[in-house]
């Protein structure tokens, strides 16, 4: 089993910038990829990035070029902790954040997943 915690969300004024962290415990296997999902209220959970060991990156054409997902280490001992530098916000990206993380290199992970980071954005 693998805990994420998140960290990070705010309120933030639209055109502003945030930085949220996500944070994985150790496990008896190594995570092969993360990323970050969202969901507004009434609407259905959205990835908005993944990035694996690979070095592979995904982002929605909503997100694409504001938000930046970091690399992730191909050291074990390093590789738990995954930013997510989100600028140019906009009152649509509000939303709770939740970091995901797999055990296989996919760039939709969802083997385990945080409690989720609130996000508002004013306008």
């Known amino acids: 089993q693998v805990q994420l915690v998140e960290s990070g969300g705010g309120l933030v004024q639209a055109g502003g910038s945030l930085r949220l962290t996500c944070t994985a415990s150790?496990?008896?296997?190594?995570?092969?990829?993360m990323g970050w999902s969202r969901q507004a209220s009434g609407e259905a959970r959205e990835l908005v990035a993944a990035v694996n060991v690979r070095g592979e990156t995904y982002y929605p054409d909503s997100v694409k070029g504001r938000f930046t997902i970091s690399r992730m280490s191909t050291e074990e001992e390093t590789n738990r902790t995954v930013y997510l530098e989100m600028s140019s916000l906009k009152p649509e990206d509000a939303a709770v954040y939740y970091c995901?993380?797999?055990?296989?290199?996919?760039?939709?992970?969802?083997?385990?997943w945080g409690r989720g980071t609130q996000v508002t954005v004013s306008s």
């Open positions: 150790r496990s008896r296997f190594p995570i092969s990829s």
């Open positions: 995901s993380a797999d055990l296989e290199y996919t760039l939709q992970p969802s083997d385990f």
